[in-house]
C-alpha cells in the first residue's frame, strides 16, 4: 500500500508541474494575443488619423496660398489704387480659416488690411516672417511658428511671400493669418484617448499646432521637439509610425505611439500620437484577469501537488485530499467563466476538428447565435450557416461559409474586418494553436469606422447644406471628362449666383439666410438626376455638372428654366416671405473647353453676362464673352490710372427752385476723358467701378472736387453729388466726408448727396444708421430715380429725406401721357404732404415746365435751363438770368 502512495504521490507531482507549466502557458498566450492586437488596433487608428489630419491642413494651407498668389497677382497690377476689402468681399475662394490678410511696404509698415483701414502705423520688420521674405531671393511659401496676429489679437499661424518689384528687388510681404482656434476645432472632436495628442510640426522642428484644450497644451505651440528621431525619419520615409521616449518635456514624459505624414509640398509633418496607457488599457485589464485565474489554478496544483506527496497514511486522507482539489477546481471554472463572460469582446476556441470548444455569452450575442449553438462540440459550419441564415454575415454570403472553412484549415493567424448586412463592422483576430485549432477574438468596430467615415464625409462636403464642395466638383468633372475623351459623352457645367442674397441676410439675418441656402440646395437637387453632382462652392454660389441625353443645347436650356423656377419660387421662414431668384452661367463640353479650369471659366463669364442682363435669367457662353472680359479687364486697367493720370472731370447741372426761380443747387456729374478712347459715358464704367471697389477712390475724389469747387459759389447755393451702395459698405463714409468738408470749408449744409433705391434694400440696418449720421451733421440726403424701382412708401416713412427727384421717364411724358402725369402729380402731393421737396428731372420744353409747376413740383432740373457744363465755364448772374427767362416764359 505504502508502495502504491508514493507512487501515486510521484506522478500527481509530475501531472502538477505539467498543469502549472500548462496554465502559464496559456496566460502568457492569451495576454500576448490581447497586446498584439491592442499595438495593431492603435497602430491603425493612428496611421488613419494622421492622413486624415494630414489631407485637412494640406487643403487648408494650399488653398489659402492660391489666395496669397492670386492676392499678389492683383495687387501688383496696380499696387496704388488695389481695394484690398473688395477682394475679400467679392472672392469666391474664401475658407473660414484665413482670418486676417495683409499687405506690408518693403519698410515693414502693414499698408493694407482685411481687417479695415490701418490707422496707426503697425511696423512688423522684426517679425520673423518679414525678416526670411526679406532676406530670401525666392519665390517660396514661408510658414512661420505660432504668434498673436498684430491686428488680429488672436494666435495664429502666419502665412507669407515675397512682393517683388520689376527688377526682382524686394518690395514687400503679402501675408494670411490662419487661425489657430479654428484648426483646433477639427482635431479636438476626434476622440484619441486621455493621453492621446495631435500635432502639426514644421520641418524645423517647432510646433505649429498641439491639441488640448487646457493652457499647458497650448503652452506647448511654439516649442521644439526634443531630439531629430522623427525628424530623420521623415527623411527616409514621408509617413510612418516609432514610440516616442518617456524623457520629452513637450510630451509630458508619456510614451506614445506617434504615427506621421508629411506634408507634401509643404515643410509640415502631420503627427498623431496615441498613449500607451491608453492603446493598452484594456489588455491590461484582459491580462490581469488572466493572471488572476493563473494563479487561482496554480494554488489549486501547488495544493495537489502538496496533498499528494505527503505520506498517505490511509485512502480516506488521500480521498478527502482528491475531494478537496475537486472543490477548489470547480470553484477555479466558475472565475474562469466569470471572466470569459465579462470580456468586452467575443472569444471563442476551436479544436482541430473544427469543433467548438469554449466561447463567451458575448460572441454569441455579437451574432445572435441561439444557445444550443454555442454548446461544446458544435461545429463551425453550423455556426457559419446559422449566422448565414440570421443575415449576420458580411453582404457577399453566398460563398462565405466555404471561404472561412477554407481559411481556418490553413492554419494560419490572420486579422479581417467584416462589415455585416445590417451595417455593423466586426474585426476579427484568428489565431491558430499547435493541435490544429484556434482562438479568435471578435471586436466591434462599428463606432470608431462611423467617426472616421463622418471626418473623411466632412472633408469633402459643405457642413450647411450637405452638397459637395469644390474639391469633389473638380473630381467630378475630371472623371466627365476622361469619359468624354473615352467614349463622347458630353456633359454641361452650371453655375448659380443668388441674386440679392445679401440683402436677405441683412434685413432677416444670417440664422434666416443659413435656413435659405439649405433650402435653395434641396431645391436644386430635386431638380437634377442622382447621377448629377451638385455642389456649393461658397458663400451664395452653387455648381451643377449634369451628363446630357440627346442635344446638348436643348438639354442644356431645359435644365436652366427649371432651375430658375424652383429658386424663383417663395420661400416663407418664420411668418417672413422670401423673393429670391438666381442667375445662372452655362457652359458645354466639349464645345466651350476640354479642362476643368476652362469650362469653370467659361460658365463664370456667361453667369457674369446673366448678371448684366438683368438677373433671373441664363446665358451660354459665347466666344465673344471672353473678348468682351478682355475689354473690360482692359478698361479696368485704365480706370485704375484714370484718378492718377487726371482724366476725370466734373461737369455741374442746375437745380432751379421754381417758387423763386433761383438756382438751388448745382449737380455734380462725372466725365472721363480717356487719352485714346475719348469721352466715355458714365454708363459704360461706373457699373465697372462698382464691381471693382474703384468706385471708393472714385467717389471720394468726385466728393472731394465738388465740395473744392462750391466753397468758392455763392452762399445760397449747394452741391449735390450721387453716393454708390458700394460706398456705404466700407463703413467709415461718415469719416470720410466729414474729412472732406472739413479740409474744403464748406458748410455741411450746403452738401446734398443723392442715393438711389438700392441703398436702403441693401444692408437696411447699417445703411440707415449712416444716413441719420450724416443728416445729424446737416448735410441734406435726396432719394434719386423714385419711381423706377421698387418706389417703397416705407423708405420715406424710415428715413426724413430732404428731396424726392422724380425720374426724367416719367417727366418727359408729362404732355403726352396721363399715367405720367397723374404719378407726378401723385409724388409731388406726397411731398408735399411730408414736407419733402420735389424735383422734376429732364424738363426740356415750357410745356414740361408748366405741367411740373401745376402738378405740385418745387424744383425742375432739365436741358431748358442748360446743359451740363464744367466749373470753368459757370456764369451764375447769366444763369439766374437764363433761369428767370425760363420761369417767365
Known amino acids: 500500500m505504502s508502495q502504491w502512495i508514493r507512487a501515486f504521490a510521484q506522478t500527481t507531482t509530475y501531472l502538477g508541474v505539467t498543469m502549472i507549466v500548462a496554465i502559464w502557458g496559456g496566460v502568457y498566450f492569451l495576454t500576448t494575443e490581447a497586446h498584439d492586437r491592442a499595438y495593431e488596433d492603435g497602430l491603425r487608428q493612428g496611421t488613419n488619423l494622421a492622413h486624415i489630419f494630414e489631407e485637412y491642413i494640406s487643403r487648408a494651407i494650399k488653398g489659402t496660398d492660391s489666395e496669397l498668389l492670386v492676392l499678389r497677382k492683383l495687387y501688383q497690377q496696380d499696387p496704388a489704387h488695389f481695394d484690398l476689402n473688395h477682394w475679400i468681399d467679392s472672392s469666391t475662394t474664401r475658407n473660414n480659416l484665413a482670418v486676417h490678410f495683409s499687405i506690408t511696404g518693403a519698410d515693414g509698415v502693414i499698408r493694407l488690411s482685411s481687417l479695415g483701414p490701418v490707422r496707426s502705423t503697425v511696423d512688423i520688420s522684426d517679425r520673423e516672417p518679414f525678416r526670411v521674405q526679406q532676406e530670401s531671393t525666392a519665390d517660396e511659401l ?142 491590461v485589464l484582459t491580462a490581469r484577469k488572466y493572471q488572476q485565474i493563473g494563479f487561482f489554478l496554480t494554488a489549486i496544483v501547488l495544493f495537489a501537488i502538496t496533498i499528494g506527496v505527503r505520506r498517505q497514511h490511509n485512502l480516506a486522507a488521500a480521498t478527502a485530499a482528491i475531494e478537496q482539489s475537486k472543490r477548489s477546481l470547480e470553484q477555479t471554472n466558475v472565475l474562469f467563466d466569470t471572466a470569459l463572460k465579462n470580456m468586452a469582446h467575443g472569444l471563442c476556441m476551436f479544436d482541430g476538428d473544427q469543433r467548438l470548444v469554449v466561447c463567451n455569452a458575448r460572441y454569441g450575442e455579437m451574432y445572435g447565435l441561439p444557445a444550443d449553438l454555442t454548446k461544446p462540440g458544435t461545429t463551425l459550419r453550423a455556426i457559419l450557416q446559422a449566422r448565414v441564415a440570421m443575415g449576420c454575415c458580411p453582404r457577399d454570403a453566398e460563398h462565405y461559409v466555404e471561404e472561412r472553412l477554407e481559411a481556418v484549415a490553413e492554419s494560419q493567424p490572420y486579422y479581417s474586418m467584416n462589415e455585416l448586412r445590417d451595417g455593423r463592422v466586426f474585426a476579427v483576430s484568428h489565431q491558430p494553436m499547435r493541435d490544429g485549432g484556434w482562438v479568435a477574438i471578435h471586436q466591434d468596430i462599428t463606432a470608431q469606422r462611423k467617426a472616421e467615415t463622418q471626418i473623411a464625409y466632412l472633408a469633402r462636403h459643405d457642413i450647411l447644406t450637405d452638397l459637395c464642395n469644390r474639391a469633389v466638383l473638380r473630381e467630378r468633372m475630371e472623371e466627365s471628362l476622361a469619359r468624354l475623351r473615352r467614349s463622347g459623352k458630353t456633359f454641361n457645367l452650371f453655375m448659380l449666383d443668388l441674386d440679392i442674397f445679401k440683402a436677405v441676410n441683412d434685413s432677416l439675418g444670417h440664422p434666416v439666410g443659413d435656413e435659405l441656402l439649405k433650402v435653395v440646395a434641396r431645391r436644386v437637387v430635386a431638380c437634377l438626376r442622382e447621377t448629377d453632382t451638385v455642389a456649393r462652392l461658397g458663400g451664395d454660389e452653387f455648381a451643377v455638372l449634369a451628363a446630357v441625353e440627346g442635344d446638348q443645347r436643348e438639354a442644356a436650356a431645359a435644365t436652366a428654366d427649371r432651375l430658375l423656377e424652383a429658386v424663383s419660387a417663395p420661400y416663407t421662414f418664420d411668418d417672413h416671405r422670401v423673393d429670391i431668384s438666381t442667375s445662372i452661367g452655362v457652359a458645354l463640353a466639349p464645345e466651350h473647353g476640354t ?50 493720370r487726371g482724366e476725370f472731370e466734373l461737369y455741374y447741372h442746375p437745380i432751379v427752385d421754381i417758387r423763386t426761380n433761383e438756382i438751388a443747387n448745382m449737380e455734380a456729374l462725372i466725365r472721363w476723358r480717356h487719352p485714346t478712347r475719348g469721352q466715355i459715358a458714365p454708363n459704360d464704367f461706373i457699373g465697372l467701378a462698382e464691381e471693382s471697389g474703384l468706385i471708393n477712390p472714385i467717389g471720394e475724389w468726385v466728393l472731394r472736387q465738388a465740395c473744392a469747387d462750391a466753397a468758392g459759389w455763392p452762399p445760397q447755393c449747394k452741391v449735390a453729388a450721387n453716393l454708390s451702395p458700394v460706398q456705404f459698405r466700407r463703413g467709415n463714409l461718415v469719416e470720410t466726408i466729414s474729412h472732406i468738408l472739413a479740409e474744403s470749408g464748406l458748410p455741411p449744409d450746403r452738401l446734398m448727396l443723392e442715393i438711389t433705391e438700392s441703398v436702403l434694400m441693401q444692408g437696411s440696418t447699417e445703411n440707415f ?40 421717364s416719367f417727366v418727359s411724358e408729362l404732355s403726352s401721357n396721363a399715367d405720367c402725369a397723374a404719378i407726378v402729380a401723385a409724388v409731388a402731393n406726397l411731398g408735399r404732404s411730408l414736407h419733402v421737396d420735389t424735383v422734376a428731372e429732364g424738363v426740356e420744353t415750357e410745356d414740361q415746365l408748366m405741367l411740373a409747376r401745376t402738378a405740385g413740383c418745387t424744383h425742375v432740373q432739365g436741358f431748358l435751363f442748360g446743359r451740363p457744363c464744367p466749373v470753368r465755364e459757370l456764369d ?12 417767365a416764359a
Not at 471672353?626 to 484714370?642: N, Q, S, T, Y
Not at 451764375?876 to 420761369?887: C, D, E, H, I, T
Request: net charge positive; charged share 25%.
Open 142 to 283: 514661408y510658414i512661420n511658428k505660432p504668434s498673436i496676429g498684430h491686428l488680429s489679437g488672436k494666435p495664429s499661424i502666419q502665412l507669407t511671400r515675397r512682393l517683388s518689384t520689376p527688377d526682382g528687388s524686394f518690395d514687400g510681404v503679402i501675408g494670411a493669418s490662419l487661425d489657430i482656434v479654428e484648426l483646433e476645432k477639427i482635431y479636438n472632436s476626434i476622440d484619441i484617448g486621455p493621453g492621446g495628442i495631435i500635432a502639426l510640426i514644421g520641418l524645423d522642428g517647432i510646433i505649429r499646432l498641439r491639441s488640448g484644450r487646457d493652457a499647458a497644451a497650448r503652452g506647448f505651440v511654439g516649442q521644439s521637439v526634443p531630439g531629430r528621431t522623427m525628424l530623420g525619419l521623415v527623411g527616409q520615409e514621408p509617413a510612418g509610425s516609432f514610440w516616442n521616449t518617456r524623457n520629452t518635456k513637450t510630451l509630458e514624459g508619456i510614451k506614445r505611439l506617434i504615427s506621421y505624414r508629411a506634408l507634401d509640398g509643404l515643410p509640415l509633418i502631420a503627427i498623431v500620437g496615441l498613449a500607451e496607457s491608453d492603446i493598452f488599457e484594456q489588455a
Open 595 to 644: 479642362d476643368v479650369d476652362k469650362l469653370i471659366k467659361s460658365a463664370d463669364l456667361a453667369l457674369y453676362k446673366a448678371k448684366v442682363g438683368g438677373r433671373n435669367t441664363y446665358r451660354l457662353f459665347e466666344t465673344a464673352m471672353g473678348a468682351d472680359a478682355d475689354a473690360r479687364r482692359a478698361l479696368e486697367i485704365d480706370l485704375r490710372d484714370a484718378i492718377a
Open 769 to 808: 444708421e449712416t444716413l441719420h449720421q450724416l443728416r445729424k451733421l446737416g448735410i441734406c440726403i435726396v432719394l434719386d430715380d423714385f419711381g423706377t424701382g421698387y418706389s417703397s412708401l416705407s423708405y420715406l416713412r424710415l428715413f426724413p429725406f430732404d428731396q424726392i427727384k422724380i425720374d426724367r
Open 876 to 887: 451764375f448772374p447769366r444763369l439766374a438770368a437764363q433761369k428767370r427767362n425760363g420761369a
